[in-house]
């Protein structure tokens, strides 16, 4: 057994503690850890409840970690399992973050896939094949990309999203139009059908 013969603030800017066993520096801790465990000055701890401190502060440390990632926007579970790695999080911990955050209704990679969907589909329409491979690289499954995406028009969303484009293009040259709004079509990964029929449709509207 070793015992607790003080506990002190850390430096920086997160809220941790000093803990020193036996006179020497021991362990630095979550304060928020320190304080549901209840430590105290004169504590003796066993190598098996230092152990468990250990694993309990690297938890809470990770668990911050995916909160302040998922501040930002949805993210997949892979996305997170990534972030959380290169974090230099061990595999217990993540998985443990992952499972606590799923209970939380705070990561599910349905809801996640709308989302992207809807994001994408208000701001910067693209075509279903392109959304579907964005989802494939965030580590979505297939199912549910493919229940997700399913509904996505191809037309409807080419025509969005190359009217504004449209409007800043010059109306001296049809080749020089289609070339210039075929290639950003193009790029948000509509096939030729679909750019041919929204390049005339543009262009005659341009037009009237």
């Known amino acids: 057994m070793r015992k607790i013969t003080a506990i002190s603030a850390g430096r920086g800017r997160g809220k941790k503690v000093k803990v020193f066993l036996d006179g020497k520096f021991a362990v630095s801790l979550e304060a928020e850890v320190a304080a549901g465990e ?7 701890l066993s ?3 230092l152990e468990a401190l250990v694993k309990s502060d690297q938890f809470k440390r990770c668990l911050n970690a995916a ?8 993210r997949s579970e892979f996305e997170i399992r990534q972030r959380l790695r290169r974090r ?14 799923k209970e939380q209704k705070l990561v599910d ?26 989802l494939k690289q965030k580590g979505v ?7 997700v995406v399913s509904t996505i028009d191809d037309d409807d969303s080419a025509y969005r999203a190359a009217s504004s484009k449209a409007r800043s293009l010059s109306r001296s040259d049809y080749q020089d139009f289609r070339r210039r709004l075929g290639g950003y079509l193009q790029r948000r990964g509509f096939g030729y059908g679909v750019i041919d029929h929204t390049v005339r449709r ?7």
Do not use: C, M
């Open 109 to 134: 990679d349905t809801d996640f896939a709308r989302f992207w969907r809807e994001n994408r589909d208000s701001f910067r329409p693209r075509s279903q094949w392109l959304t579907k491979l964005e």
């Open 88 to 101: 230099g999080f061990g595999g217990e911990a993540v998985e443990a973050v992952i499972a606590k955050l």
């Open 47 to 49: 190598s098996t409840q």
């Open 202 to 208: 543009l262009w005659q509207e341009g037009g009237d």
């Open 141 to 147: 499954a297939d199912d549910i990309i493919d229940e």
């Open 38 to 44: 209840g430590l105290w000055v004169g504590q003796e």
């Open 67 to 74: 909160s302040h990632y998922l501040d930002y926007r949805p």
